[in-house]
C-alpha cells in the first residue's frame, strides 16, 4: 500500500543549517582566581516545530499521495528562544594546584583540539538541534505504557494473559512510533483456558512482528494494515482450534490488540476484552462485547448500568478458539487529542465504574502506577474474576 511505504519511507530530509565550528574561535584561557571563572552566559535554541496535520482512514490514503500525509511533520520555521543557560567551571580542591589548561574536562579538552584532530575522528558539526535547551521546556507527557495482571480474591488460576511493546521504526527523514498491546481472558471454567490466552498473545505478536516490524526496517511493508491485524487473530484462532482438537479441549479466549501506528489506532477485537480511550470528552469504549448482554445493549434492551447484575452478563458468543473460523471486528481511531488508552478484561470493567477507571487514569501520571491501582481498586471491590490491565500515555499534541 503506498500510504504504508510513506509512513516508513517519508520525505527526502531538509538540509542542515551550517553553524560555526566549535573549533573556528578559541577563548583565551582563563587564569585562577579570575571574575570570569565561572563562564558568560551563552544563548542556546531549540527548533520550534509545527503540529502534525489531522489523521485520515486508510480507505482515503491512497487520494492523499500528492500532498503531505498526516503523519509527516511541517518544516520548522523559526527557532525558539530559549533563556541563556551558564556554562560551570570546576572549582579547585582545597590543597591543591589548579589544573593547567590541558588538564581540565574533556568538554574543555575537546573545544581546545586542533580542527584537523576533530576531523580525523569523524566528529559532525554541530546544528541549531543540538544545542541544550531547559528540561522544563520539554517535559510533556510521551508515549509510555504498562501492563498488569492479578488472580484476584477468588480464581485459583490466572487465565488473564498481557502484552505490550513499544519502540520506534526509522525511516529516511525521521521516525514513526509503533506498539503492540495485547489483552486475552481465557474461557472461565473451560480447561486450558490460560492455555489459549497465552497462545492468542504470542501468535498475535509473533504475527505483526514477522509481517509489519520486519519488513518495515527493511523498507519492504506491502500489506493493509486492516487485513494484517484481522489475519493476526484469525491464526491465534486457528493455533488454538488445532491445540484444543489435539488435546481434547474446548479451549478458548477473548482477544484484543491494538496497534499504534504513528497518529492512530487499529484494533481488532474478538469476545468481552475492551478497549478504552481517554479524551477531552471523558471516557471512550472503542470496543463492544461479543457477548448476550452487549448484543442486549447494542439494540437498545438493556441500560449498561444493569449489565454488571445480569445473569446472562458472561455468556459469549464469539471467541477465540472455539470454532474452526472466527469473525474479527477491526476498528481504526485516530489518536486526536486523546491522552490515554486502556485495554482490560472483564474483571476490571465489570468491577469498577467508568467513572472510577477514568479518575485513576487522569489522576496518575505514570502507566505503572494507573496499572496497579486500578488492580487494587478490582481487589478492594471483590476480585471474583482475574484481572488484567493496560495502560498507555499518548504523546499530547
Known amino acids: 500500500m503506498s500510504f504504508l511505504r510513506k509512513i516508513f519511507r517519508g520525505s527526502d530530509p531538509a538540509p542542515a543549517a ?8 578559541q577563548p583565551a584561557p582563563l587564569q585562577p582566581g579570575s571574575d570570569d571563572a565561572a563562564g558568560d552566559p551563552a ?27 498526516w503523519w509527516e511533520e511541517a518544516a520548522p520555521t523559526e527557532p525558539a528562544q530559549v533563556p541563556p543557560t551558564t556554562r560551570l567551571e570546576p572549582s579547585p580542591v582545597a590543597g591543591t594546584a589548579p589544573l593547567a589548561p590541558d588538564q581540565g574536562w574533556n568538554g574543555d579538552r575537546a573545544a581546545t583540539a586542533p580542527p584537523d584532530a576533530i ?28 501492563a498488569q495482571r492479578d488472580i484476584g480474591r ?33 474461557m472461565g471454567g473451560h480447561a486450558g483456558g490460560e492455555i489459549a ?22 523498507d519492504n511493508v506491502t500489506e493493509a494494515l486492516q487485513p494484517l491485524i484481522i489475519a493476526a487473530v484469525q491464526e491465534a484462532n486457528r493455533v488454538i482450534w488445532e491445540h484444543a482438537q489435539a488435546t481434547g479441549s474446548d479451549m478458548g479466549t ?37 457477548s448476550t448482554v452487549g448484543r442486549l445493549i447494542q439494540v437498545g434492551q438493556l441500560d449498561p448500568a444493569e449489565a454488571r447484575e ?45 467513572a472510577i477507571l477514568l479518575d485513576v487514569l487522569e489522576h496518575t501520571i505514570w502507566p505503572h502506577d494507573a496499572c496497579r491501582e486500578l488492580v487494587a481498586r478490582a481487589n478492594l471491590a471483590g476480585g471474583e474474576d482475574n484481572i488484567a490491565a493496560i495502560v498507555v500515555t499518548l504523546p499530547m499534541q
Open 119 to 146: 576531523e580525523d575522528e569523524g566528529t559532525r558539526s554541530l546544528t541549531p538541534a543540538d544545542t541544550p535547551a531547559l528540561a522544563a521546556l520539554r517535559s510533556r507527557q510521551g508515549l509510555a505504557a504498562a
Open 310 to 354: 445480569h445473569p446472562l452478563r458472561s455468556q459469549l458468543y464469539r471467541t477465540v478458539g472455539q470454532h474452526p473460523e472466527v469473525l474479527v471486528d477491526f476498528i481504526y481511531q485516530p489518536i486526536g487529542n486523546a491522552t490515554h488508552l486502556l485495554l482490560c478484561s472483564d474483571g476490571l470493567w465489570s468491577t469498577l465504574d467508568e
Open 254 to 290: 477473548t482477544c484484543t490488540v491494538v496497534l499504534l501506528l504513528g497518529q492512530a489506532l487499529y484494533i481488532g477485537h474478538v469476545g468481552d476484552t475492551r478497549a478504552y480511550l481517554v479524551t477531552p470528552g471523558g471516557l471512550r469504549q472503542l470496543t463492544s462485547d461479543h
Open 197 to 218: 490466552s497465552r497462545l492468542a498473545i504470542s501468535t498475535v505478536a509473533r504475527y505483526v512482528l514477522a509481517e509489519l516490524v520486519l519488513p518495515a526496517l527493511a
Open 43 to 69: 544563548e542556546s535554541t531549540d527548533d520550534a516545530h509545527a503540529p502534525e496535520g489531522s489523521a485520515e482512514s486508510p480507505e482515503s490514503a491512497g487520494a492523499a499521495e500528492a500532498g503531505p500525509a
Open 154 to 186: 477468588v480464581r485459583s488460576v490466572n487465565q488473564d494473559s498481557v502484552f505490550a511493546l513499544t519502540t520506534t521504526l526509522p525511516r529516511e527523514s525521521s521516525d514513526v512510533t509503533l506498539g503492540l498491546f495485547i489483552v486475552a481472558d481465557g
Open 18 to 25: 551550517t553553524v560555526p565550528s566549535a573549533t573556528d574561535e
